[in-house]
């Protein structure tokens, strides 16, 4: 890092992801959710493609959070219940 004077400041500015990453430590940390791998997922969906998944009754909400904190509501997650008991089918797709 360069030497700076007295009163002034380096600053850059960063997007919401880079932010993300910075914050979290790059990833390297050792610490993921066990949602990430639908996030890299997520980030390839187009106005005309939708993921589709299955889910327990408990991972609904935690999912819904995950998208939120992560993506800002640019996603959402729609469930509908398989007919077995606590089992879901999600679908996430690009919000309107």
Known sequence: ??????????????????????????????????????????RRLTGDTVIKLKLDKKEVQPLRQYLRKNFENKYVLKTASTGKAGTFTGFIFLAA
Not at 10 to 35: A, D, N
């Open 1 to 42: 890092m360069a030497k700076k004077k007295a009163g002034q400041f380096f600053v850059e500015v960063l997007s919401p992801e880079k932010f993300r990453t910075e914050i979290s430590g790059g990833g390297q940390s050792g610490r993921t959710s066990k949602y990430d791998s639908i996030g890299r997922s997520v």
